[in-house]
């Protein structure tokens, strides 16, 4: 009894977004709309072994390999219930996968990738909003879609792809 008196009062106080004010109430209204996470790119030493791990070891379905001679890299997908692993592998020494490993020998998380449904009005809004692109124009992608890349050191440290969705 004496146990049960003290988890009562130690228990935390749980507050919902519904009792505070509206979440959405704090966010600008865009003329372009974020969408779904699509994905999350690994950066890989071993592109066979990583395949391997996803595959082999974890029971997941995992994609061909793809060149993609315009970013310099690899790609392999991982397929997961809600949402993709991408594996990258540098393709040429000029790659920047290549420059990632250099500082990460044993890879790491390299970019988050979220889908939005328009890009360029997302372009012209975030470079109004002071947040640099990696390139005048969006790139196609591992998808075959147009994809923009964010630059880090505006986005909390997180390289962040934009995909046309």
């Given at each position: 009894s004496g146990l049960r008196s003290r988890l009562q009062t130690a228990a935390p106080t749980v507050r919902t977004l519904s009792s505070s004010?509206?979440?959405s109430q704090n966010i600008p209204s865009c003329l372009w709309k974020l969408?779904?996470?699509?994905?999350?790119?690994?950066?890989?030493?071993?592109?066979e072994k990583a395949q391997s791990?996803?595959?082999d070891v974890l029971g997941a379905q995992v994609s061909e390999t793809v060149a993609l001679p315009e970013h310099g890299v690899y790609t392999v997908f991982v397929e997961l219930g809600n949402t993709k692993l991408e594996l990258l592998h540098p393709l040429g020494e000029?790659?920047?996968i290549a420059s990632f490993l250099q500082k990460n020998k044993t890879g790491g998380m390299h970019h988050i990738?979220?889908?939005v449904d328009d890009i360029k009005a997302a372009m012209t809004e975030l470079k109004k909003k002071k947040i640099r692109i990696l390139?005048?124009?969006?790139?196609?992608?591992?998808?075959?879609?147009?994809v923009i890349f964010l630059h880090p050191k505006d986005c909390h440290g997180v390289l962040v792809e934009l995909e046309q969705a």
């Open positions: 004010k509206s979440f969408g779904r996470l699509n994905h999350v790119a690994i950066a890989v030493p071993d592109l791990l996803y595959k000029k790659s920047p990738c979220i889908e390139s005048e124009e969006p790139k196609i992608g591992a998808h075959g879609k147009p």
